[in-house]
């Protein structure tokens, strides 16, 4: 059973930086895309990049320039580094990982999340 476990959430001011971590477990992981999502309050859940399995990655336009995904495939952890983060950049941030293909901004894409770190960006 594939298990994903997100840290280094927390409270960041605007212009300082986070990186985030996601542990998995319960692979190999060799074949699998991952991704970072995130939900704002009252939003719906977003992309915010994705590494495949060929270490293609692709970022969400508003975070592009900022945020960089990575992988360490030795530990099987994935993680965010959020570089100048600003408040439209709280929400929970959620890992995501798939074997089965797709579009890799899709939640659908991914069978299994983890539960969710939160950040917070102060002004």
């Known amino acids: 059973q594939v298990q994903l476990a997100e840290s280094g959430g927390g409270l960041v001011q605007a212009g300082g930086s986070l990186r985030l971590s996601c542990a998995a477990s319960?692979?190999?992981?060799?074949?699998?895309?991952m991704a970072w999502f995130r939900q704002a309050p009252g939003k719906e859940r977003e992309f915010v990049a994705a590494?495949?399995?060929?270490?293609?990655?692709t970022y969400a336009d508003s975070v592009k320039d900022r945020f960089s995904i990575s992988i360490d495939d030795a530990k099987n952890t994935l993680y965010l580094q959020m570089n100048s983060p600003q408040p439209e950049d709280t929400a929970v941030y959620y890992c995501?990982?798939?074997?089965?293909?797709?579009?890799?901004?899709?939640?659908?894409?991914?069978?299994?999340w983890g539960q969710g770190t939160q950040v917070t960006v102060s002004s």
């Open positions: 995501a990982a798939g074997a089965k293909g797709g579009i890799v901004s899709d939640t659908g894409t991914y069978e299994y």
């Open positions: 319960g692979g190999p992981f060799s074949y699998y895309n």
């Open positions: 590494i495949t399995w060929g270490s293609v990655t």
